[in-house]
C-alpha cells in the first residue's frame, strides 16, 4: 500500500504501473502514464505569466518616464537603462516560461501521448529559440549584428561539435518519420527496451534482456542512446508499421514415432483457446496495416503449425499473433498446456531420446 506521495513500480513480467495515492494506473499498451499535478503547475503557469505583464509594463515605465534619472549609474551604466532592461529580460522570460507550461498542460489532456510528447519538445525548442532572440533585441540594439556574429562563431565551432548536431539532426528525423515513439519497443543498435523519452539529443530506453535477465524481460536499468545512431545503425520497432501486434513462435521437438497429424492440431488448438478474441483483433490489425502497403501476404485467422526435420527429431512450431509485451507470458502458458495434452497421450506423442539432441 501506498501513502501519502510515494510512488511504487511494480514489474511483472514487461508489465509495468505507477502506483500513486494508493491508485494504480496503466498506460496505453502496458507503458504507465507519468503523473501529472496540473493543479500545482497551472498556477505556477499563470503567476508566471501575471509577473512577465507586471515586469513588462514596470520595464517600460522606468524606460520611457525617467523616473530613475536622479540615481547614479549601476555596472557603469545609466540607473534607468539597467533596471528598465533588466525588467523587460525578467518579462520575456516569465511570460515565454508560463505561456510553455500552459500549452504542455493542454497538451498532455491529449488522448494521444505519444503525439503530446513530441509537441512539447517541439514547443520547448521553439520557444528557446524566441527568448533567445527577445533578450537580444531588450538587451542591445545591434542585435540583428549580433546574432550574425553569433552565427560565424557558431559555424567556427560545428566542427567540435559534430555528435550533437547530428543527434539534434535524428531528432528532427525521428519527430518527423516516427521510427518509434513514446511507448513503443524498439532495437536500436545493441540496445533494446521500451522507450521512455525522446530528447533533443538521446533516446531513452527501459532496458529489456541485457546482460541481466533474457526471455524478453525488463532488466530494471535505463539505457541512453544517442539520437546521432538512428542515423547510421538498423532500428527494429517491435509492434510498429502501423500495428502493435507481431507474429511469434515456439517449438516442440518430437520424435519421428509422432502422431503429426494429431500433434499439429494439439498446438493449434491449444494456441487459438488461449489467444482467442485476442489473436482476432489482432489480425484484424495487422490486415488493417498490411493493406496500406503495396505489399501482399497471406494472413491466416487462426494459428498455425510448421513442420521441420532435425538429426533425429520432428519439430512444430505454432505461429500466432500477440502484443510484444506480452510475448513471453503467453509462450509459458502455451508451452505448459501443449505439454500437458501431450503428456495426457503417451501412445500418440513421443519425445526424442537422442543424445545428440
Known amino acids: 500500500m501506498v501513502h501519502g506521495s510515494e510512488r511504487r513500480i511494480v514489474v511483472h513480467g514487461s508489465e509495468r504501473r505507477i502506483v500513486v495515492h494508493g491508485s494504480e494506473r496503466a498506460g496505453h499498451n502496458g507503458f504507465a502514464d507519468r503523473p501529472r499535478p496540473t493543479s500545482v503547475r497551472r ?36 540607473a534607468t537603462l539597467v533596471v528598465g532592461r533588466a525588467l523587460l529580460v525578467v518579462a520575456v522570460g516569465a511570460l515565454l516560461y ?3 507550461r500552459l500549452a504542455v498542460d493542454v497538451l498532455m489532456r491529449s488522448a494521444n501521448k505519444r503525439r ?60 518527423v518519420k516516427q521510427p518509434y515513439g513514446v511507448g513503443d519497443r524498439v532495437r536500436i543498435d545493441d540496445a533494446k527496451g521500451d522507450v521512455i523519452g525522446v530528447d533533443f539529443l538521446v533516446t531513452t530506453l527501459w532496458e529489456i534482456n541485457g546482460e541481466l535477465v533474457t526471455t524478453n524481460q525488463p532488466s530494471g536499468r535505463v539505457v541512453t542512446v544517442p539520437n546521432s545512431v538512428v542515423l547510421s545503425s538498423n532500428v527494429v520497432n517491435f509492434g510498429g508499421g502501423g500495428s502493435p501486434y507481431v507474429w511469434n513462435e515456439i517449438g516442440i521437438q518430437v520424435a519421428y514415432e509422432t502422431d503429426l497429424d494429431f ?4 498446438m493449434a488448438e491449444e494456441a487459438g483457446d488461449l489467444l482467442g478474441d485476442e489473436m482476432a483483433a489482432g489480425i484484424a490489425a495487422y490486415r488493417e496495416a498490411l493493406a496500406e502497403t503495396p505489399v501482399e501476404l497471406e494472413v491466416h485467422d487462426r494459428p498455425t503449425v510448421n513442420v521441420t526435420q532435425g538429426e533425429s527429431w520432428v519439430e512444430l512450431r505454432v505461429r500466432y499473433l500477440t502484443h510484444p509485451r506480452q510475448g513471453q507470458r503467453v509462450k509459458n502458458r502455451l508451452y505448459e498446456r501443449i505439454l500437458e495434452r501431450f503428456n495426457d497421450a503417451p501412445d500418440r506423442v513421443a519425445f526424442p531420446v537422442s543424445r545428440s539432441r
Request: hydrophobic share 55%; aromatic share 10%.
Open 116 to 175: 503530446a510528447y513530441n509537441t512539447r519538445n517541439l514547443l520547448r525548442l521553439v520557444f528557446g529559440l524566441v527568448g533567445t532572440v527577445a533578450t537580444l533585441a531588450v538587451l542591445t540594439e545591434n542585435w540583428l549584428g549580433l546574432l550574425f556574429s553569433l552565427g560565424i562563431i557558431g559555424f567556427a565551432v560545428t566542427f567540435a561539435l559534430q555528435q550533437p548536431l547530428l543527434s539534434l539532426i535524428a531528432w528532427v528525423y525521428i519527430t
Open 98 to 100: 508560463g505561456s510553455y
Open 263 to 266: 500433434a499439429r492440431e494439439v
Open 43 to 78: 498556477p505556477i503557469a499563470l503567476a508566471a505569466v501575471a509577473l512577465g505583464v507586471v515586469a513588462a509594463v514596470l520595464g517600460t515605465v522606468v524606460g520611457t518616464t525617467g523616473v530613475l534619472d536622479g540615481w547614479p549609474d549601476l555596472v557603469g551604466y545609466p
